[in-house]
Nanobody, 120 residues
């Protein structure tokens, strides 16, 4: 079973930055795609950013131009650089790996989540 472990969350003020990391127990380069999702209290889980095996990236509209998804295949680690953070970015952030069912699928690979809180 593939394990994903997120880190890097925390409490920051509006306008500050955070970098999330997700380290996998398998070669992330072998997965079709990886992504970051987030879930705020009382809201549904939403896609934040994705990166395909070939390197194609895409972002949700609210985070475009502020967040950057990247990876280091040699370290089996996925990153999410988050700049200009806003209170609306407050959520638990999850790392997701496509296990063949597509991104976001319940049968995919999921981390335990890391809390990001943006507040003054």
């Amino acid at each position: 079973q593939v394990q994903l472990v997120e880190s890097g969350g925390g409490l920051v003020q509006p306008g500050e930055s955070l970098r999330l990391s997700c380290t996998a127990s398998t070669s992330i380069g072998s997965l079709p795609a990886m992504a970051w999702y987030r879930q705020a209290p009382g809201k549904a889980r939403e896609l934040v950013a994705l990166q395909s095996k070939s390197g194609i990236v895409d972002y949700a509209a609210p985070v475009k131009d502020r967040f950057t998804i990247s990876r280091d295949n040699s370290k089996n680690t996925l990153f999410l650089q988050m700049n200009s953070l806003k209170p609306d970015d407050t959520a638990v952030y999850f790392c997701n790996g496509d296990s063949g069912y597509g991104l976001g699928h319940d049968n995919g690979y999921w981390g335990q989540g890391t809390q990001v809180t943006v507040s003054s």
